[in-house]
């Protein structure tokens, strides 16, 4: 089978029944000119290893093989579309590898090798914290490029001191620039969601903050906004002496976590890690 003898998404969903399910978080994106668009805001895959995680029907599956990437590994955990994934495949030898498993449980820079890009129309019930493990392993990415459900894709670009400001905002940030590319209706998917869609991409920062710091982030960002209306020396004494890591912080402890910086934070998390791990408080 050749690329040109591939039957429609439509017929191949037909085909194998592959209606979209509510417990998978699937809506299907079948519109080759949005996948294309989608594709193309990854910039150029020229040489790329392309992770794609719940592909699907693969509408976008077809647009990443038509850019010059040189591989594309889709992460299915839906059998019926792995079955339909499989003939694509067959029209693609050698550039499509399609994984039937779990991302949660999968390790992305196992699947794929370097240099990684990641690119997705993530189902949507667990699509953060499929984020925040990618997060962790930033440094070893070169991008990514993924649609959330807007509300989600708002949370993850948004300010300080602004409504949708949270530990999301602040952990992507402070592991990649975060820039909001795309928004789209309900009814440029199948079954239409009842929300509208946006497309992030993540450019991972040079630096690595290492394993240590990354989870010392975590609890400083949970404890934070776990009591979000509380001063920070209230919301912060889970963590131990919270005037004291304030203080090393040089932060006012009067503040509320919304109205703190990326780079508050940072400060933060290092004054945590100083007190919970000594040794590594170089890292």
Known sequence: MTPSDLPSLRDAIAR???????????????????????????????????????????????????????????????????????????????????????????????????????????????????????????????????????????????????????????????RCRCDLLLRLPPGAFTPPPKVWSAVVGFTPHAEEPGPALFKAMERTTAAAFGQRRKMLRGSLKSLGDAEGLLATAGIEGTRRAETLTVAEFDRLARAVLQRTEPAASGA
């Open 16 to 174: 194998h029944g592959l209606d979209a399910r509510k417990s998978l978080g699937q809506h299907f994106l079948l519109d080759p000119g949005v996948c294309a668009h989608i594709a193309g805001l990854a910039g150029d895959l020229t040489g790329r290893h392309v992770l794609e995680v719940g592909p699907g029907p693969g509408g976008l599956t077809r647009a990443l093989l038509a850019t010059p990437a040189a591989q594309v590994v889709a992460l299915e955990l839906d059998r019926r579309a792995v079955a339909l994934l499989a003939e694509l495949a067959a029209a693609h030898p050698g550039r499509l590898s399609v994984i039937e498993g779990d991302a949660l449980a999968a390790d992305a820079l196992t699947l794929v090798p370097a240099p990684r890009r990641i690119i997705a129309n993530l189902p949507y019930n667990i699509a953060s914290p499929l984020l925040i493990g990618w997060l962790r392993q930033a440094a070893s990415i070169e991008g990514m490029t993924l649609m959330f459900q807007q509300e989600v894709a708002e949370r993850i670009c948004a300010a300080p001191d602004t409504g949708p400001y949270g530990r999301l905002a602040v952990l992507a940030q402070w």
